[in-house]
């Protein structure tokens, strides 16, 4: 374990590098998260305009909603996003074998070898949105609150992760081009907004179906102050229980594995 | 020239069926986020929820129907050089982008108005009466919509010319256009400020105003604003354009390749 920590701090360290080598982008990826953030709040405004409520939540909680999303998404683009693609370039062009005789965990480097760091800063905005919230709502987070929340974002995170890894580990046997990841997004995006708010069998459907609206209602909820310990927990378990499967596929898949001759 | 476009749609036709499964993945691209903006508003005023159906179905439809990809393909074309093919031909660029638009909006059309028409069998909520007159004013605004579209992604992407990001400028404007031109609410649900702003840009006259016709939301005085605004419009982008083409070919260093 503590190896690997090593291993993903040195990661880290080489897309650092690597990002420094463009450091003029910065600048232009500082401004579009600040905007992208700030048309988000705007949206949510023109929403509030014309109501005081959306599917029961008030104004302060959709923004803390907003920030979770935020930060999920952030969470994502930092992490996932780079790396998930990849492997489907790796399974085609038969530059797995390189990862698979390297002595580490392969699923542990297809996932996370490619950090895109600057995505951090979507991560700090989406806190800062939900800071900016709480404190329109006047409600400070309790310890459990705050513990509650970590764990069911947490949760989120590792759910997505392994529905993404299932997904891409079927290139072994389907031979794509194309990512897929248009599919992940559109269902991320009927996250942004509380759940309560989609009507008849949508609600059903991203509430048990396509889980896209709780992975995000779930934590915003915790922070304030709504939670539940059953679903938390049993969310928590469904994660585990993913990962669990999506480890097992991999394994399965890689026995599939017969490289391609360059 | 008539000659030369037919030639010219005949071969930005082939290339169509070349990509058939990414032309279909592509048209059935942005409806996503329409459809939740449509439960929003459906959630805040749910007696309004046929209107809301209709409206953003329309929106779909409309901004399917304007929709405009010059831009990430002037950008790649003028970065990678071999935009330079085109500047060497005889015949101005622009028409070979003006051809693939033809073809593709109306292989949208085919296949989108039948879908509405069936669609409308089954949902009394799409349904919807206009006389030949009205017809005709809506597809004019369309037209003008996708124009506007058209020229304003055009500009953009000749700006390639002198800086590298002409697609991040264009994904501001995009954005602004989000809001003006009535794709996160219909326009009457803005607050004044900016259904005032709104007028006077073009980005309403892209996608809204087509939809305020066919929903007989815009009265005649306001059908007369709008046709005379976007035409100016039309204008000025031409102006634009014209000038941006000239100052940026002797701009331009091509790249090798």
Known sequence: MRRYVRIFREFFRACFVEELEYRSEFLGNLISSFFGIGIAVLTVNIFFYQTDQLGGWTYADVLVLLGVFNTLRGMIDFALRPNMPRLLEHVRRGTLDYILTKPVDSMFYVSFRHLVFWRLIDVLLGIGVIGYGLIKKHYIPSLVDVIVFIVTIAASFVLIYSLWMLLMTTSFWVIRIDDLSFIFDSFFETARFPVGMYRGWVRIVLTYVLPAAVITNMPALSLLGKWNMATALIAALLALVFLWLARRFWRFALRFYTSASS | ?257
């Open chain 2, 1 to 257: 020239m008539i000659r030369k476009y037919i030639a010219l749609l005949r071969m930005k036709y082939v290339e169509m069926l070349a990509y058939r499964l990414a032309t279909i993945v592509w048209m059935t691209g942005a409806i996503v986020q329409p459809l939740i903006t449509m439960a929003v508003w459906m959630n805040i005023d749910p007696s309004q929820s046929d209107a809301f159906l209709f409206y953003f179905m329309a929106v779909i439809f409309v901004e399917r129907m304007t929709s405009a990809w010059d831009v990430w393909e002037l950008d790649r074309e003028i970065r990678e050089g071999t935009f330079s093919n085109y500047i060497l031909r005889p015949l101005h660029p622009i028409h070979w982008a003006v051809a693939e638009n033809i073809v593709y909006k109306v292989l949208f059309l085919v296949i989108l108005a039948p879908v509405w028409a069936v669609a409308a069998l089954f949902v009394p909520a799409l349904r919807f009466d206009m006389t030949g007159g009205q017809t005709l004013l809506f597809l004019m605004a369309l037209l003008l919509g996708a124009a506007l579209r058209f020229l304003l992604s055009y500009i953009c992407g000749l700006l390639g010319f002198w800086i590298t990001k002409v697609t991040a400028v264009y994904g501001v404007l995009e954005v602004i256009s989000l809001f003006l031109s009535g794709r996160i609410a219909p326009l009457s649900l803005l607050p004044p400020v900016l259904q005032q702003w709104s007028i006077f840009l073009p980005f309403r006259y892209m996608i809204g105003f087509p939809i305020d016709i066919i929903t007989k939301a815009a009265n005649s005085h306001d059908m007369l604003q709008g046709f005379a605004i976007a035409s100016i419009w039309i204008v000025v982008f031409v102006i634009a354009l014209r000038w941006i083409w000239k100052a940026g070919l002797k701009k331009n260093q091509a790249v090798g390749g």
